[in-house]
């Protein structure tokens, strides 16, 4: 129980997190491209990168903490569901090109930052 109530936490969070990165980015920049989503996702791959690799050094992280950020935190902040959503939605208007920036900045920039996380927390 103690554990489901930790991921809880961390996934109300992380939820009201990107509801509320999303709808700050919206409004600042008045575009129908998803960059909330984007950034979000982009945002979160980091922060995984990061807890996994605090989780690697020994003694930094304790397994509670890993699963309130990881599973918890950023499984709520990130969306692959929207993701999935706002690219047929693109593909549906024939917004080809913008659906192929979506997704190759999405994925690249995901893997990007996850490798920067890991490697901002090794470097320490």
């Not at 549906?92 to 995901?110: A, C, D, K, P, V």
């Amino acid at each position: 129980m103690k554990v489901l109530l930790i991921i809880g936490t961390g996934g109300f969070l992380g939820s009201v997190s990107r509801y509320l990165v999303q709808q700050f980015l919206h409004e600042k920049f008045d575009t129908s491209f998803p960059i909330g989503t984007m950034a979000v996702n982009i945002m979160g791959s980091f922060i995984i990168g990061a807890v996994y690799a605090l989780s690697e050094k020994g003694g930094i992280l304790s397994p509670e903490w890993r699963l309130f950020l990881a599973v918890g935190l950023c499984g709520g902040f990130t969306t692959f569901s929207s993701l999935a959503f706002e690219s047929l939605q693109m593909l549906r208007l024939e917004q080809f090109l913008y659906m192929s920036l979506y997704l190759t900045i999405s994925l690249i920039g995901g893997l990007m930052a996850t490798y920067l996380g890991v490697l901002s927390i090794k470097l320490l």
